[in-house]
């Protein structure tokens, strides 16, 4: 059944979405107050780097199920609307800006009365504080026929797509789950998704708050996976211990498992970060701040990895200043073009504080990277070009062909063959052989080759003496 619906904010969570659900065959419109942005999707012009995203824009522009709109009064006739706005970290603190939902939900109420009480429903899929939705629903209780459910997204950037149209699951948070209002909601929205509740994918509805929780939560305990292994990491340098050796063993216990142990320079992006830091504000607001106040930690060990990295470039320079540094990446991850946040372009813009002479180059994030560190860093698009002349360069984005860059070829382009492996994604052994000095976080590089005590053991030599002379 093809439903007419807004998407109100078309961020990356909105812009995915509204394509996605033209995709599955529903008349959408998308709104957002950047008029810029919106000219630019009602042209076909993706305002960011997402796998398969140009062609279902191409698509539901081209069958006319998908327009774009700056105007509010064009969404009365919507029996659905989707909230996608961002909620940024403040300005003034940890908690989230809710400024942008806030005033989209009451610019939305402005226009509901057109529709005289038809059954309308409103879904946010922003990600909130738990007592966000029940808030808003207030906004919204004066005005007969219309219901707000709470539907977090827990899209990854690079899947957005595949994210949106086959998600692990659906989570309905709704106002009271025995009300018979909620269940009109919860079918109406069925409705919406059954191109992908068809594919099994399992749909939970909960309160409200549980809903909200659920997201905050899931991208809590990420974070938390990300920097319990690079934790470890510190410890692995200082012992002498190889950081993807443990994480290869302890993934293979199915309760731990092995996502999301990757150790290296961390996680960035605009989720995770200002995601931890909203979850520790809204826990101090409801009188609980201890709960949650090992993500503090968890903040500081990704923060300590950035650092880490300017430490160990200093050490195989014998001091940055002046010298010229290499980054291999500028996005937070591979795939993606975005830098909010981005490790890279945090470690690039330090070692540049540091006195170094810093390009960095990435094959689709370049352009972000201007807005945010041009005129600090050199941005040199054409990756051979990047190296040229480099005395070290710094892989921390980890994109493919920087994973299949040619050792040999790479050492015939830089001035001094050394390199510092922020995700440990090449094989030090190959880099070494080609004439490269190579370290990497979490995997210490002991002196004068000794070997490391996970190596001493297998070789049947390790005694508490060859341990302690290791340290
Ligand atoms: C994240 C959540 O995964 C997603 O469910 C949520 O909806 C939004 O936030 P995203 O920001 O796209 O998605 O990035 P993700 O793939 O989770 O990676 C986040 C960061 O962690 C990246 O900087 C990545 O490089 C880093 N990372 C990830 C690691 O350092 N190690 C890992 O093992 C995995």
């Known amino acids: 059944m093809t439903t007419t619906l807004s998407v109100i904010g078309v961020g990356y969570l909105g812009a995915v979405h509204a394509a996605s659900m033209a995709e599955l065959g529903h008349d ?21 780097h997402e796998p398969g995203f140009e062609d279902l824009l191409a698509t539901g522009l081209e069958t006319e199920r998908l327009r774009f709109t ?35 939900v009451d610019a939305l109420a402005e226009v509901l009365p057109a529709r005289g009480g038809a059954p309308t429903l409103v879904v946010g899929k922003s990600t909130v504080p738990a007592g966000t939705a029940r808030k808003l629903a207030a906004r919204l209780s004066h005005l007969e026929g219309v219901y707000l459910l709470w539907n977090p997204e827990f899209l990854r950037e690079g899947f957005a797509v595949q994210d949106t149209l086959t998600p692990d699951r659906l989570v309905y948070g709704v106002h009271d789950p025995e009300d018979p209002a909620a269940e009109q909601a919860v079918a109406m929205l069925d409705d919406v998704y059954a191109g992908v509740l068809q594919h099994q994918a399992p749909r939970l509805v909960m309160g409200y708050e549980a809903a909200e929780l659920v997201k905050a939560s899931a991208n809590a305990f990420l974070a938390t996976k990300i920097s319990f292994i690079n934790a470890v990491s510190e410890m692995c340098e200082v012992t002498g211990a190889d950081v993807t050796d443990v994480a290869r063993a ?34 101090e607001e409801h009188g609980v701040g201890e709960s949650l106040g090992f993500l503090r930690e968890v903040d500081a060990v990704n923060e300590r990895r950035r650092e880490r990295v300017v430490t160990l470039a200093e050490e195989l320079l014998g001091g940055v200043e002046g010298r010229r540094i290499t980054v291999l990446g500028a996005a937070f991850k591979p795939n993606s073009d975005d830098t909010r946040d981005s490790p890279a372009l945090d470690v690039a813009t330090r070692l540049r504080t540091a006195g170094a002479e810093v390009t960095v180059t990435d094959p689709q994030a370049l352009e972000n990277a201007r807005r945010r560190v041009g005129g600090l860093v050199e941005l040199e698009q054409d990756t ?5 002349g480099a005395e070290l360069t710094v892989l921390l984005t980890e994109w493919d062909e920087y994973r299949d860059l040619d050792p040999a070829q790479a050492a015939s382009l830089v001035a001094s063959p050394r390199l510092i492996d922020g995700r440990n994604v090449l094989d030090p052994s190959a880099w070494r052989e080609a004439g490269w000095e190579i370290r990497s976080l979490g995997r210490a590089e002991l002196p004068s080759g000794r070997p490391s005590v996970a190596k001493a053991a297998r070789g049947g030599a390790f ?9």
């Open 384 to 388: 051979d070009a990047a190296l040229r």
């Open 250 to 283: 302890i993934g293979m216990d199915d309760r731990i498992g092995a996502k999301f142990l990757r150790a290296g320079v961390g996680f960035g992006g605009g989720c995770l970060p200002k995601d931890i830091r909203a979850f520790m504000a809204s826990a």
């Open 70 to 104: 700056t105007d509010y009064a064009d969404l009365a006739r919507a029996d659905v609307h989707f909230l996608g706005l961002g909620t940024p970290q403040r300005a003034d603190g940890f908690g989230a800006d809710l400024s942008h939902l806030e005033a989209a």
């Open 28 to 48: 959408v419109i998308g709104l957002d107050i950047d008029a810029e942005r919106i000219a630019a999707l009602q042209a076909g012009i993706p305002p960011f």
């Open 463 to 471: 005694t508490a003496r060859s341990q302690a002379a290791l340290v």
